[in-house]
């Protein structure tokens, strides 16, 4: 079993829309949720980062964190062409350095 | 600021070059990364840099050799590449590996092409 699966879409949706971006995970140790939007050829460029469960709203942008499930969410409201991009989320434990990535998810809002 | 900042943006090498991809950051951060990312796959991590001295070396082959010369500078040296070695490379920095893991900050990478 991965250590965070995501699916990896691809996803489309149309202008205005209200998008849902989910992982799963497994190891119980994760404290430190991040989601990383990353466009064509380009670097990953951090969106939201959380510390353990809770909500966490900046913008257009809602990052939820379940840890009892061990699920974590991006939510997009009024979606934006230039949402257009790969949305990939990642988790660390507070005992290292090291990154867990999903797969991450395709994303094309339709103008 | 949050930037990190990747040279060059683009590499071509052949085979039996060397070549060096470089790496900087002015955030004070002291950890440091490399990543490798495929298309349409998630970055793999190559090599952590913690307080300039490498904590993480994920079995990366010898062929590729890190260098952290000081706490905001970091060097991917390269020699003797395969093909299937081309790549985005990605640098990324994050605050303070001693206290847990906070946020990564990615550079916008170096598009490897071996030939």
């Known amino acids: 079993q991965k250590e965070v699966e995501q699916d990896p879409g691809p996803l489309s949706v149309p202008e205005g829309a209200i998008v849902s971006l989910n992982c799963t995970y497994s190891n119980s140790a994760f404290q430190y949720f991040m989601w990383y939007r990353q466009y064509s050829r380009k670097g990953p460029e951090l969106l939201m980062y959380?510390?353990?469960?809770g909500n966490k709203e900046d913008g257009r942008f809602t990052a939820q964190v379940d840890k009892s499930s061990k699920y974590i969410s991006l939510f997009i409201r009024d979606s934006q062409p230039s949402d257009s991009a790969t949305y990939l989320c990642a988790m660390s434990s507070n005992t290292g350095n090291q990154f867990y990535f999903g797969t991450g998810t395709s994303l094309t809002v339709i103008p | 600021d949050t930037e990190v900042t990747q040279t060059p943006k683009h590499l071509v090498m052949g085979m039996t070059n060397k070549k060096s991809l470089k790496c900087e950051q002015h955030?004070?951060?002291?950890?440091m990364y490399w990543y490798k990312q495929k298309a349409k796959k998630p970055p793999e991590l190559m090599f952590v840099y913690s307080y300039e001295k490498l904590s993480i070396n994920e079995s990366v082959p010898s062929r590729f050799s890190p260098e952290c010369p000081n706490s905001s500078l970091l060097n991917l040296h390269l020699h003797a590449l395969q093909p299937e070695d081309s790549a985005l490379y990605l640098c990324a920095s994050s605050q303070d590996p001693g206290q847990g893991t906070y946020e990564q900050y990615f550079g916008p990478g170096t598009r490897l092409t071996v030939t």
């Open positions: 955030m004070g951060h002291r950890a």
């Open positions: 959380t510390y353990s469960s």
